[in-house]
């Protein structure tokens, strides 16, 4: 199976970079597409391993639960990873090299097909951190049926989708992206914060519990992995500043997109 991405290379039309957790960020640049492959006894008609068939967690909505069972199948898979803004990706060889907004696309694409769609239909042929936060804050776009915004950072659950923008200095960069692995949970000495676990894409690390660090798949410990990010709260619960890992002393103040899909 041949899977391709692209985006167009001007103007706002670029791939998501990363903050580092001293407030650092790398400018993106347009995702040139890639391909993917894959064999073995529980492969689909496309060539790809059937998407996993559990049920539902508790308090998990059935989209989000398919598309967290995604993330934990591309981990589980991968043999090798890479940030890169082309999407390459060789389920064969267990191969995982795309950037932050790649990674979530190619997990949409495969096992929420209608929901990628719908967000391509809303967004940009390539959705990109940007178009997620535009999606899940209304700013020019109503949600389908398939999708619903979180409006309360608590209220997060595995499969969900928390997006941000980049910082205004951040330039050719449109933000970050990502997919929640645990419930948030309130960190235990920042009021008014929340804990939140996640998969995704990153040239740079969330702090000292990033699984890149070390981990020989992960080429100069960027790519794929787990990490946990910080996300600050109003006196109503929604979202406002974030921080890139638990032990970043820099708070940033761009919007923040939170999206479920259903």
């Known amino acids: 199976m041949l899977f391709g991405l692209s985006a167009c290379c001007v103007g706002a039309l670029v791939a998501c970079g ?11 640049t347009g995702s040139d597409g890639g391909s993917g492959t894959s064999s073995g006894a529980n492969a689909g008609l496309d060539g790809l391993p059937e998407p996993l068939g559990t049920g539902p967690e508790e308090g998990v909505e059935a989209g989000g639960a398919i598309l967290a069972s995604e993330a934990a199948r591309e981990l589980s898979a991968m043999r090798s990873t890479n940030y890169t ?33 719908e967000l391509e239909a809303a967004t940009v042929t390539r959705p990109l951190a940007q178009s997620f936060v535009t999606y899940f804050t209304g700013d020019s776009y109503s949600l389908p049926a398939d999708w619903q915004q979180v409006a309360k950072v608590a209220d ?107």
Not at 88 to 117: K, M, N, Q
Request: glycine content about 10%.
């Open 18 to 28: 990363s903050s580092s957790s001293d407030g650092a960020s790398t400018p993106g």
């Open 85 to 117: 803004h082309a999407v390459d990706v060789d389920e064969t060889s267990g191969a995982f090299d795309y950037d932050c907004s790649g990674f979530i696309d190619y997990a949409l694409d495969r096992v929420l097909p209608e929901h990628f769609r």
């Open 156 to 262: 997060l659950a595995p499969g969900d989708i928390v997006a941000w923008l980049a910082v205004p200095d951040d330039f050719g960069d449109t933000g970050h992206v990502m997919i929640v692995r645990n419930p948030a949970r309130a960190d235990a000495t920042l009021a008014g914060a929340y804990d939140v676990d996640i998969w995704d894409s990153t040239l740079d690390v969330h702090g000292t519990s990033d699984s890149r660090i070390g981990n020989a798949s992960a080429n100069d410990q960027t790519g794929l992995g787990t990490a946990t990010i910080v996300v600050y709260t109003d006196a109503r619960g929604a979202p406002t500043n974030h921080s890139w890992s638990q032990v970043s002393t820099t708070v940033d103040t761009t919007k923040v997109g939170l999206g479920r899909p259903l």
